[in-house]
């Protein structure tokens, strides 16, 4: 219908319109107050556990082991050194001091140092305990004396004492599974007490101190990586546009996307972790598609001389269904994460598609009612040499690659090849501390705890019997035991383990006096059932249940070792269970290799397959989408092809530079996919609208080409410049993110402007050509 533009019939839709707009703002300010009231209480969050795999029956068995044992992580060491050498009176004095103080820190159990643990040992006569420190630090004449006797004792060397003697460690042992603002406290607390007492070196880790240190770091890259991705954005904005509108607009929308998204996270009981740190940056970058779309096609009818309302209505009508089905696209790659079972992937995954819903809805809301009440801008035509340039670039490439199809083809195959066998080249592995960079306080510290130390990476074995007339303190079990902790020892690399084979090794070497050599499971079977008996009788002791059940039909074997990685600690595993099997009596007992670091290495093993499952999923739902769109097979295969590609490219990158399979590089995958698959709907979309007009394939294929090509590689360049800001973050995973992802992009736009027009010169064909103008025509 064609309305007079002063008719009382214009008139009245303009008021109605207008009202409308204003209605339609109102209740996004509404919502937007709301959601940014919710947004700006979200916390931080870094519990580790939450990367345990979901309706496991491995993370099942490890919460009930931990239910009788507690906890293998709820500890801070503290690591000091003397260049000199330990045994000197003022630096033990100085070690004596600094472990009471720790005593007295909110959440601290007790604390075990080297200058207060005491061995046990029995009297010859009367069989009476009797305690006697093993450094007698107060008494300097005693060192040499101490000093053999500590080096003699196998449970010291590598937990307390360091080999090369200088370096002690004292363990402080917390409130169990303490989180947020107690383990930030405790943190500050251990760390303030460094200047007072002035060592060679100080160092802390454990998982309090991990948390803590993530936590605040999640924070200030929040703010770092938002603000620089939306600065980063305001300047493309400027370059493409040069208008306030095409600058303010579409930063408008996604400081709403951002504010919605954040503020349904809080909503939902959802708190910043690692992975979902990056959501706000990546929607900066990603909500900006859907928006630079319709201000792209709204000033382009402005230039065209077309009016405000035709501009508006033209723009949401045939803009509108190719941005609907990208949005699709992208929020079904984003969610395919949901099906990892990882609880920060999945939330990873399902938020940020939500934030890609978010900047759908209010594109089309907000836009539209901005668009319709500001005044008609003022669009300035692109200066003639630029146009030119633009169409000159673009019937060059065409050009060549209507004469060159085939060697295209030739060389993508090519390329194809040589990255499939990269892939094969890429290893799942994962360290404790790999995310942060090797200049890092924290890293060093764990570091020097693996070369000073057993290392920090928990080692948890749980050991059982099933038959009900026997316990794990039985002598044929003990034995069995006995056997697979000296393997441990010899070929795994596991240091001192606290056990029922360590504790009836002790309490013999006690009743020898403290001889060394007695630290053994005793011979004599009435020495033996005596110790059995007196450690039964003491159950309730702390350091007994640490490690025996109150059942004695269960036990645990506790240890640290270095962080070797989740690849080396697999193969080590598999060659365990081959020797226990071989070796040993396993019908005596039974055992599984659990705990916290074991946990997150099966998540990962698990990962690749959870992600390619999601992946299949994805392509399958969009598959459907471009199916749908096209009602074409052919169409179908060539986007899925098209797409597949950069990410046999990604593979292959990650093969060639060694970078692991992980969860911040398996999820890459998905991520990608979604996005890349944008510009393929954009380019077959209006290739669509062209063939439709009954012109022939090369015809339409060219026009498609004029038209959408500056438009993608526009699209690109913002997308890799906004994911390549993540590449400025100090942890790996989101480095892996924003950099990975940025160059998977960057060969998903060569795909586009060039495997996708070959492929489709090859194998579309058409069943109608009515009269065509000439190739050259201009529109």
């Not at 803590?212 to 305001?234: D, N, Q």
């Not at 038959?467 to 240091?495: C, F, I, N, P, R």
């Not at 070792?561 to 080396?568: A, V, Y």
């Not at 992946?615 to 097979?633: D, E, N, R």
Request: with cysteine; hydrophobic share 45%.
């Amino acid at each position: 219908m064609i309305f007079v533009n002063d008719s009382p019939l214009f008139l009245s839709l303009q008021r109605m319109l207008k009202k409308i707009s204003i209605a339609v703002l109102v209740l996004l300010a509404a919502i937007t107050g709301f959601l940014a009231y919710r947004a700006i209480s979200i916390g931080f969050d870094y519990n580790f556990e939450t990367f345990f795999p979901r309706r496991s029956k491995d993370t099942d068995f490890f919460k009930k082991h931990r239910e009788k044992f507690g906890s293998d992580n709820d500890f801070v060491l503290v690591g000091v050194q003397n260049n000199s050498g330990i045994f000197n009176y003022k630096f033990l004095e100085k070690v004596q001091k600094l472990a009471d103080t720790l005593a007295t820190l909110p959440d601290v159990e007790f604390v075990l140092s080297p200058t207060s643990i005491k061995e046990v040992t029995r009297d010859p006569l009367m069989g009476l305990p009797n305690e006697m420190p093993y450094l007698r630090w107060k008494q300097d004449s005693l060192y040499h004396i101490d000093s053999i006797r500590i080096f003699q004792t196998a449970e010291l060397i590598g937990s307390l004492f360091a080999s090369d003697g200088k370096s002690l460690c004292i363990i402080i042992k917390h409130k169990e599974r303490i989180m947020d603002d107690k383990c930030t406290q405790l943190t500050q607390n251990v760390n303030n007490l460094a200047p007072h007492f002035q060592f060679d070196e100080f160092h802390v880790a454990g998982r309090c101190i991990g948390q803590s240190f993530y936590t605040g770091l999640m924070k200030g890259e929040l703010v770092l990586l938002l603000v620089s991705a939306l600065i980063a954005m305001m300047i493309l904005m400027i370059i493409i546009y040069r208008n306030v509108y095409g600058v303010i607009l579409p930063l408008l929308v996604v400081g709403l996307v951002v504010g919605w998204t954040v503020g349904m996270m809080e909503l939902t009981g959802k708190s910043f972790d690692m992975l979902s740190n990056a959501i706000p940056t990546i929607l900066v970058v990603t909500g900006l598609s859907v928006a630079i779309h319709i201000i792209t096609k709204y000033f382009d009818h402005i230039k065209e001389g077309w009016n405000k309302f035709d501009s508006i209505k033209d723009t949401v009508v045939n803009v509108g269904l190719a941005n609907l089905f990208t949005t699709l696209t992208t929020v079904v790659g984003f969610a395919s994460l949901a099906t990892t079972g990882i609880k920060p992937i999945d939330d990873f995954g399902l938020y940020t598609a939500l934030g890609v819903v978010f900047s759908f809805v209010i594109s089309y809301t907000l836009l539209p009612a901005m668009l319709y009440l500001l005044p008609a801008p003022v669009v300035q035509a692109a200066k003639v040499p630029t146009r030119f340039l633009w169409n000159n670039m673009l019937n060059a490439v065409f050009s060549f690659i209507t004469r060159r199809k085939f060697w295209i083809i030739g060389a993508s195959a090519l390329v194809i090849a040589s990255m499939i066998y990269g892939i094969t080249r890429i290893e799942e592995n994962t360290r404790l501390l790999e995310d942060l960079n090797n200049k890092s306080k924290l890293k060093k510290d764990f570091v020097w705890f693996g070369a000073e130390f057993q290392g920090t990476r928990p080692f948890e074995l749980a050991v059982w019997v099933e038959d009900s007339g026997k316990t794990v303190l039985d002598k044929d079990v003990l034995l069995e035991v006995e056997k697979m902790e000296k393997y441990l020892a010899q070929h795994y690399g596991v240091g001192f383990m606290l056990s029922p084979v360590a504790l009836v090794k002790a309490a013999n070497r006690s009743y020898a006096g403290g001889d060394p050599s007695s630290y053994e499971i005793p011979e004599s079977d009435t020495r033996f059932q005596k110790i059995t008996k007196e450690l039964k009788a003491i159950q309730a002791n702390p350091q007994i249940k640490s490690v025996l059940s109150d059942d004695f039909r269960s036990a645990r074997i506790q240890s640290m070792i270095d962080d070797i990685g989740s690849n080396k600690a697999h193969q080590q595993n598999l060659d365990f269970y081959e020797f226990v099997n071989s070796s040993t009596d396993t019908s005596l007992f039974k055992y599984k290799l659990t705990g916290t670091a074991e946990l997150i290495d099966k998540n990962n093993r698990n990962l690749a397959w959870n992600i390619a499952t999601g992946i299949l999923i994805a392509f399958a739902v969009i598959g459907i989408i471009i199916g749908l769109m096209f009602k074409s097979f052919k169409v179908t295969m060539i986007a899925i092809v098209t797409n597949v590609v950069p990410l046999i490219i990604l593979g292959g990158i990650m093969g060639y530079f060694g970078i692991s399979l992980k969860t911040s590089t398996a999820i890459l995958f998905a991520i990608a996919f979604g996005i890349a698959v944008d510009d393929t709907i954009h380019f077959l979309s209006r290739f669509n609208l062209e063939i439709r007009k009954e012109k022939s394939v090369l015809y339409a294929l060219k026009r498609t080409f004029l038209t959408t090509g500056k438009a993608m590689i526009i699209t690109s360049v913002i997308l890799c410049t906004g994911f390549a800001i993540l590449g400025i973050s100090s942890f790996l995973a989101t480095r892996n993110i924003g950099v990975l992802t940025s160059i998977t992009l960057f060969f998903a736009m060569i795909c586009n402007i060039t495997l996708l027009p070959v492929l489709i010169l090859l194998f579309y064909k058409q069943t109608k050509i009515t009269s065509e103008p000439p190739l050259t025509q201009k529109k």
